[in-house]
Every structure is written in C-alpha cells, then in structure tokens.
C-alpha cells in the first residue's frame, strides 16, 4: 500500500512537471508564430500578444496552485489580500500589458506608454522581462486567497 502511494505521488509531480514544460513550450511556439507574422506582414498581431500574456499568467497561476491545494485543506472562510493585490499585483498588471498597450489600437494608450513612459525601455524592460512579470503577476494572484482559520 505505501509503495502504491510513493508511485501516485512520483506520477503526480511528472504530470506538474509536464504540464509546465507544455506551458513554456506552447509560450515559445506562439512567439515564433508573432515573429513570423511580423516578418510577413512587418506589424505585431495583437492577438498573439493577449495568448502570450494569458499564457504566461497561467503558468505563475499554476506555479502557485500548491498554495491554493494547501488553502483548501484548511478549514475558514476564504479571504482575498487586497493589499497585496494593489500595492504588488496592480503595478505587475500595468508592466505586464506595456506590449498590449504599446502595440494595440488605442492612440491615448500609446501616447501615454510610448511617449510619457518612454523610460521603462531604460530600466530594460524587453519581452523577456515582461513575460517574468505576468508569471510574477499569475502567482501574486493565485497566492493572495487564503483562508482565515482564526476562532473568534
């Protein structure tokens, strides 16, 4: 019997192991599909930017899904950490989408990030940057629900 648990277990985390190597490759697929459309067409498809983005927040959603299975098992209300979300996951969102916003339609949005925030590009903020926010971002998110187990 306890061999056949140690064998789940073992199975369990090769499939958390496989699921994240299938995020970073399909990640990797759809930026090369981006590449290729702008060598093509010589503009950014905008929808590649949003999957990308989705992506990446999914897999720090899936990064933090151990805290989440822990949460679970306790007993309480859920509560949300708004101060986490607003002083770490708000300023994460905002560099997270500066490529959305940069390249969408919107021409205010680009005023304000191309021209007004023209200084992020200073700090190095490249699209390998911008992707470790949204997985930083998917994992604030997940990790800012927990349960309350105090007894008043």
Known sequence: MGRDNENKKKLKIL???DTYIFFIFFRGHIEQLN?????WEFDLNKLYLIINFLISTSLGIFIGLRHTMNEVRKNGKWQVDFS???IIGFPLLFIS???????????????IFVYGLGSLRI???STSSVSLFQV???YIIVTSFHKNTNRA
Do not use: A, R, S, V
């Open 15 to 17: 499939n958390l192991y």
């Open 123 to 125: 700090f190095g903020l």
């Open 35 to 39: 590449c290729l459309y702008f060598y």
């Open 97 to 111: 989408l500066y490529h959305i916003w940069i390249y969408g339609d919107i021409q205010i949005l680009k005023d």
């Open 84 to 86: 986490k979300l607003f």
């Open 136 to 138: 930083i971002l998917g």
